[in-house]
């Protein structure tokens, strides 16, 4: 019992950390700590939860939650991979823009 209520805890402080991040990919500061709060959960967090497990197993309903969980990790890293694909092509565009104004 105690591991399930760990695993629901982590589960919900890891989802809320992930929506809010989304949020944030345009702010850098802001989305940066937001990502060092993700890591410093998943990092002090996951182990204690990891270990519950071994002795009270993974529900199906928990293992949906992961599943779904990894997909939002997986967009968060999208969104942010596209940010910086605009940023570096935006500045790459203003360099070229200087260079024929110049």
């Known amino acids: 019992m105690n591991g399930e209520k760990n695993l629901k805890g982590f589960l919900d402080a890891l989802n809320d950390q992930i929506e809010g991040a989304k ?3 345009g702010d850098g500061p802001a ?3 937001a990502t060092k ?3 410093k959960l ?3 967090d996951w182990p204690v939860v990891e270990l519950s ?3 009270d197993g993974l529900s199906t309903d928990d293992q949906q939650r992961l599943i779904n969980l ?3 990790i997986n967009t968060l890293e999208t969104k942010t991979r596209a940010r910086l694909s ?3 092509d ?3 565009y203003m360099r070229r823009a200087m260079e024929t104004t110049s």
Do not use: R
């Open 23 to 25: 949020l944030l990919v």
């Open 37 to 39: 709060a993700i890591e």
């Open 31 to 33: 989305f940066l700590a």
């Open 86 to 88: 605009w940023s570096e």
């Open 70 to 72: 990894l997909e939002s």
């Open 53 to 55: 497990l071994h002795d």
């Open 90 to 92: 935006f500045e790459a």
């Open 42 to 44: 998943l990092a002090e």
